[in-house]
């Protein structure tokens, strides 16, 4: 098991080696001059030879490729990440500070998925094809075509027509105002929870049905457990593994959405950050950013495959 | 549908004259029957693409034409669903947006699950250090979140509508090379294919004529469920600003627009949003239709066994793919 462990974690590290490796070269075959991209056309123009030279090198620009890399390597190693092209603070200052507000919808979403989707579903495979089931799977099969970005944006719209609602201009951390902290990652948390409890929902309905087939389902049935404890007590546990893998898959998709419909609420995460750094390419910015989207991704798909010997006991790793 | 489709799923090729009888029309009937909801998916989305096809005749005004005498007009008799800042109509752009948004949907899908599954092909046949690599490469592709991985090659190409259609499809492959990866190598172990390897066929020449053929339906599923998911990226990268780039109408660019004012109106962020929600609807419930028709292993549960990222586990998992007649009930 523990030799297992080792294994997998080894391999999401050559893993996370690789993606870094992608982000660095396709990040580098920028076409363009860095220098155009922060100071402009004329500012770039009105610019000595000696200053630019300057320049790219207070940048880390001027090296070779692969000594750049390594650096970048050894930044991370040491957690400062590298600067900001067009304000002074770091990527390190800039995740911690936005980080969190991002990270606390990415939660938020995931228990918004669980409260919504596993009901929903146990619903559906408890009646498959009532009424009920018929409704909860049409809602899903909408709420997986919306885009989360405009119900997003559909939502700010009726608040603000309704209760005067204005986009968070700056982050108020948990810690400072709870209140006030809800208030800004509780929009998306809910349209990114909805979609993904629309999957959630899916897969528990058919999971379960699967399961409720079985013979021990059949066993406790026929010694007179109680319906209810059938379905929760029985059934419920072993259709659970699937939800949690497809769980750890959406985490793409609650990540990347995440980038859009922070957009869409006006909410100050890192999302947003990453697409401020896109659009005025700044490379160190993104290359950061992206690693860190990436990496978490990773993680908690390897949290997933490992939960997998912890939770179904008739796994054994050699 | 025509009967080779049929004979693909098949582990051994069925005697085609049988099934080849039956009318393209009565196949279709068949699968509205079978399938309705997925049928009117299909006629749905034939109607966008038609009217993507016919925007220049269809859409009552110029997409790019400015009116500044009705700047932010609500929607009236004279423009259905009201104008923008400069008085561009909302309705026209919507339609004009729906022939970029789906041909950018359509090449990358086409472009993405073609490289992947003639590198799918290549994987599951050929084996040994060159599948190794490539399902390393698969796998490191897998573990961006999309819309990150599209956002990040689109900035390092450019922001044109080549580049956004290389973005998303780069972000298709792995899809297509997990999945054809799976179907090559149980293709590897069947009997014609080592007759053909006994009579001395190259790899080159067996893969073409005989793994091939058996990857045509998977394909198809593959293609037809992507579409709604690059729609959507699509129509993400267009409002995040790194899309194709304006004053080309494309619905993520005119939700982009949307946001813009200091008073967003409803009918910027309403009309592209419903069109984008429509054609995804539609495309899915197809898409979910000709998955259940061509190929039920490629049903949800399996699907992401197969292309779950960094997936260790899941041969070690009991697989729990919900089974066929589940999926003919489900729609």
Redesign the interface.
Known sequence: MRKYLARRALFALGTLIGVSLIIFVVLRILPGDPLVAILGVEGHARMTKEDRVRIMHDLGLSDPLPVQYVHWLRDIATGKLGKSFFRGDTVADLILHRGPISAEIGILALIVSWLVGLPVGIVSAVKPNSSLDNIARSLAILFIAIPGFWLGMLIVLALLFWFGYKSPLIIVHVWQSPWQNLQIVIGPAIVLGLAQGAYIARMARSCLLEVIREDYVRTARAKGVVERRVVLGHALPNALLPVITISGVLLGFVLGGSVAVEQAFGVPGLGRALVTAVIERDIIVVQNLVLLYAAIFVVVNLLVDLSYAWLDPRIHYA | MPGWIRASTMPEPAPVSATAERSVVRELIAFASRTPLSAVGAIVGLLIVAIALGANWVAPLDPLKTNFRRMNHEPDAQSLFGTDQVGRDTLSRVIHGARTSLFVAFAAVLLGTTVGSLWGVACGYLGGRFDLASQ??M???Q???????A???S????TGLPAVIVAIAITRIPFGGRVIRSVAITVREMAYVEAGRASGASAFRIMRLHVLPQCVAPYLVLASTHL?VAI?IE??LG????GVPPPTPTWGNM?AD??TGLV?R?WL??FP?LA??IT??AF??LGDGIRDTLDPRLS??FL??VT??????AT???T?A??LQ?NR???
Do not use: Q
Request: aromatic share 4%; no cysteine.
């Open positions: 390393r490469i796998e490191i592709l573990s961006f979140p999309d819309l990150i991985l956002m990040a090659i900035m390092a190409i450019g709604g959507v129509a993400a409002f995040l600003g790194v939700l949307s946001i967003p409803w962020v309403l949003g984008i929600t995804v609807l899915n419930l949800p549960g992401r066994l779950g990222s960094g997936r260790g586990a070690a998992t009991p729990r919900p089974s589940e009930t489900g729609a």
